[in-house]
């Protein structure tokens, strides 16, 4: 089983002023559906093919302070 290249699209922004930044990032911005993990009913010793779907879009914000 070969699996196709996967282009992911990422994205991150941050804002700073002086000891302290805030950032919010967005993870697979377009959604793309991919299977993160193949393993064939071969090996699997599972009856069947085993396989596992990435995580879709993912986002989060971020804030530090540097003392």
């Not at 991150?12 to 002023?17: C, E, S």
């Not at 990435?54 to 003392?67: E, K, L």
């Amino acid at each position: 089983y070969k699996r196709s290249d996967v282009n992911l699209v990422n994205a991150r922004l941050t804002f700073a002023h002086g000891p302290m930044s805030v950032t919010g990032f967005v993870e697979n911005l377009l959604q793309d559906r991919y299977v993160l993990e193949y393993v064939s009913k071969v090996w699997s010793g599972a009856g069947s093919n085993v396989s596992a779907a990435a995580p879709g879009r993912t986002w989060g914000i971020q804030a530090r302070m540097n003392f």
